[in-house]
């Protein structure tokens, strides 16, 4: 499955934005799809998980109250609403489908080794 991310961009702390992650070549209801952010000089972490049928989500706790995961499998697109934003939320944010064969558990969900397919970022700027 290809993934294409967008939707960041520069906003004020305390703002919002929506990062949207449509994926082509194969329907993404088959997958559980995550997102992760890596800032500069920092490693990639987790952020965010949804399992195919979108029952079950998972959140850092550093973003639990102000992310929200959500997706859409007719349009085939996986959303992230992200509210309350802080400086320390800049990023370039990923999102991702987990390999097929695993589950929405923990601590699956968590580790970027889960997942095969990567879209090509999006950058997420938070001004103080």
């Known amino acids: 499955v290809q993934l294409q991310a967008s939707g960041g961009g520069l906003v004020q702390a305390g703002g919002s934005l929506r990062l949207s992650c449509a994926a082509s070549?194969?329907?993404?209801?088959?997958?559980?799809m995550g997102w992760f952010r890596q800032a500069p000089g920092k490693e990639r972490e987790f952020v965010a998980h949804?399992?195919?049928?979108?029952?079950?989500?998972y959140y850092a706790d550093s973003v639990k109250g102000r992310f929200t995961i959500s997706r859409d499998n007719a349009k085939n697109t996986v959303y992230m609403q992200m509210n309350s934003l802080k400086p320390e939320d800049t990023a370039v944010y990923y999102c991702?489908?987990?390999?097929?064969?695993?589950?929405?558990?923990?601590?699956?969900?968590?580790?970027?080794?889960?997942?095969?397919?990567w879209g090509q970022g999006t950058q997420v700027t938070v001004s103080s």
């Open positions: 991702a489908a987990m390999k097929i064969t695993v589950s929405s558990i923990l601590p699956y969900v968590q580790n970027s080794y889960w997942y095969d397919s």
């Open positions: 949804i399992s195919w049928s979108g029952d079950s989500t």
């Open positions: 070549g194969r329907t993404v209801s088959r997958y559980a």
